[in-house]
């Protein structure tokens, strides 16, 4: 009784966390579209510049706070100088290209939009896994990931241009007036694009790490991913586009709701997500990772106003299947594993039985 209470509570704890992560895009998006109302100078002082700076090293610290332990003299000896570049490199892929991407693609693109093609990470993930860490495909996931895939291309092509001012999505970005902010303000779809190549990066740098990471805990890398990402955008930032993209990285107003950003929606959900794993099995977090994409639109319906298109509806559909199929599949593979593992115990314990039953008639 005492264990099954213990699971429902750690069970709690992750679903919680699913549905803030869930509702993180909408939030930022929000926080975006009220700093580009209040602008300093005619500057959005909740830039995606400043955004990705303050999110990247809030949720580094967080970590860091959670793996403090993993951060001992001894467990960092034992990381040797080439895992150490390996992780710059990949502090670079997944905690500066892929974060800067993601966040230019909501400030240019319905949440909706954003949530139904960050499901590119399905197809993605069996590719890469397949392809760098030489993952064994199963004819589930592979059906899943076709049809997930089969989903984002109908959202992508039969999705309506985003019919937000060219003035406010430059305000939204605020990386100035140059050609490259230019080009993603009226670049057809720009923003469902941004979100498609940082899903690449995100998931490609996952799989790489997986690779040539084995040795190195969780907790050093995670926290060196977030805090050293944040200081390369900050540097990068400043040599390309000067001082001026950081000159409102104090602003009270800033600060308050990346207090809150950061406290509620990255530290709060880190939190709970850390601790909602401990206690649950890989099938409790795949079935609350499946309900991420349904959780992301309805917040997006609550906090954004914004209401799902009919072509959104199509390919959410059929993303949802790829999704459902994909989860079958896993369920499955899990059960048939424990069903071997419960066999071979149990052939086990009869030949150890058989073993001892031999001994005592000789005696």
């Not at 799989?207 to 990402?229: C, E, H, N, Q, W």
């Not at 944040?230 to 709701?257: E, Q, R, T």
């Not at 401990?278 to 309900?291: E, H, I, P, Q, R």
């Not at 071997?340 to 000789?362: F, M, P």
């Amino acid at each position: 009784m005492e264990n099954s209470q213990s699971k429902s509570f750690y069970l709690l704890l992750l679903w919680i966390s699913i549905f803030i992560f869930a509702a993180s895009n909408s939030v930022i998006s929000k926080i975006g579209k009220l700093g580009a109302m209040h602008l300093v100078d005619g500057r959005n002082p909740i830039s995606f510049c400043n955004v990705l700076f303050w999110a990247n090293l809030i949720g580094g610290v967080v970590l860091l706070c959670v793996y403090c332990k993993s951060w001992s003299k001894e467990s960092l000896s034992k990381v040797s100088a080439t895992e150490w570049v390996h992780m710059f490199i990949l502090a670079i892929l997944s905690g500066v290209i892929g974060p800067t991407l993601f966040f230019l693609g909501l400030m240019l693109t319905e949440v909706i939009n954003v949530v139904l093609i960050s499901t590119l990470d399905i197809p993605m993930t069996i590719f890469f896994g397949w392809l760098i860490v030489k993952d064994k495909l199963s004819f589930g996931s592979c059906i899943a990931g076709l049809i997930a895939l089969c989903g984002i291309l109908l959202t992508f092509f039969l999705t309506q241009l985003n019919a937000m001012p060219m003035e406010m999505k430059m305000k939204m970005i605020n990386i100035g007036d140059g050609p490259v902010a230019h080009l993603l303000a009226t670049a057809p779809k720009s923003g469902e694009i941004c979100i498609a190549l940082a899903q690449l990066f995100i998931v490609f740098s996952v799989a790489y790490s997986r690779r040539v990471l084995k040795s190195v805990d969780t907790g050093i890398f995670s926290p060196f991913r977030m805090i050293v990402g944040a200081v390369i955008f900050f540097v990068i930032v400043l040599i390309m586009l000067g001082w001026v993209h950081f000159i409102d990285i104090l602003n009270p107003y800033l600060i308050g709701w990346m207090l809150f950003y950061g406290g509620i929606v990255i530290a709060l959900g880190l939190f709970l997500w850390y601790w909602g794993i401990k206690g649950t099995s890989g099938g409790d977090l795949a079935v609350a990772n499946s309900f991420s994409p349904v959780a992301g639109v309805f917040f997006a319906f609550i906090i954004l106003g914004e209401i799902p298109t009919m072509p959104q509806v199509i390919g959410g559909i059929v993303i949802l299947v790829g999704i459902a199929v994909g989860l079958i599949a896993t369920l499955r593979e899990q059960r048939a594993a424990s069903l071997v593992s419960a066999t071979a115990l149990c052939q086990t314990c009869k030949e150890g039985k058989s073993h001892e039953d031999g001994e005592n008639r000789a005696q």
